[in-house]
């Protein structure tokens, strides 16, 4: 599977395409297309790690979608570049699935230690029949939990303690220089 070398592509029946900045800590997010056809498609949904944290831990995506309307689910993870992807690199990729009692399958890819930047969630599949006979249609539906690395409660005490260490030889120096 490559990464596009332009602008994020989605179909005419994408919604919640993720574009908002997830800063602070964690978030949740919502993607998906309703209207997949009888053909392979390719959806990508962009988003941004941001900081605070400077790295996050876990990055979860899952679909949900009737066994019986598409089939071949991959799901993705891209790095980019910068905001525009033209430049991407694979993250993760899953093609695991599980499957309810309702014929539902289920995919979940979790991305750990992303840092600060710009990725894309792409999904790849292809559509076998009409969920909705009367638009000749099909979809699914996917969210993005993200979660971030927290500040050790520690560190901003740790930073002004070195802050107090730096200004204490700041003034032995120019003591030690007045005395010379």
Do not use: H, W
Request: charge should be neutral; proline fraction near 4%; aromatic fraction near 8%.
């Amino acid at each position: 599977m490559d990464a596009p070398a332009n602008a994020l592509t989605c179909g005419a029946g994408c919604y919640g395409v993720i574009g908002s900045p997830f800063n602070g800590g964690s978030g949740n997010g919502a993607f998906g297309d309703v209207a997949i056809t009888l053909a392979a498609f390719t959806d990508q949904f962009a988003f941004e790690l941001q900081a605070p944290p400077s790295s996050y831990n876990s990055v979860t995506n899952s679909i949900t979608v009737n066994n019986d309307v598409i089939t071949g689910l991959t799901l993705s993870i891209f790095s980019c570049t910068d905001v525009t992807c033209g430049t991407s690199s694979l993250v993760a990729s899953t093609s695991t699935t599980s499957t309810d009692g309702f014929g539902n399958q289920t995919i979940t890819l979790a991305a750990n230690s992303l840092g600060i930047g710009f990725y894309f969630i792409q999904v790849d599949g292809t559509g076998v029949t009409f969920a909705n006979p009367n638009s000749k249609t099909s979809g699914y539906s996917g969210t993005i939990a993200v979660s971030g690395v927290p500040l050790p409660a520690t560190l901003p005490l740790f930073v002004s303690g070195l802050g107090a260490l730096g200004f204490a030889g700041l003034r032995k120096r120019k003591k030690a220089k007045r005395a010379a």
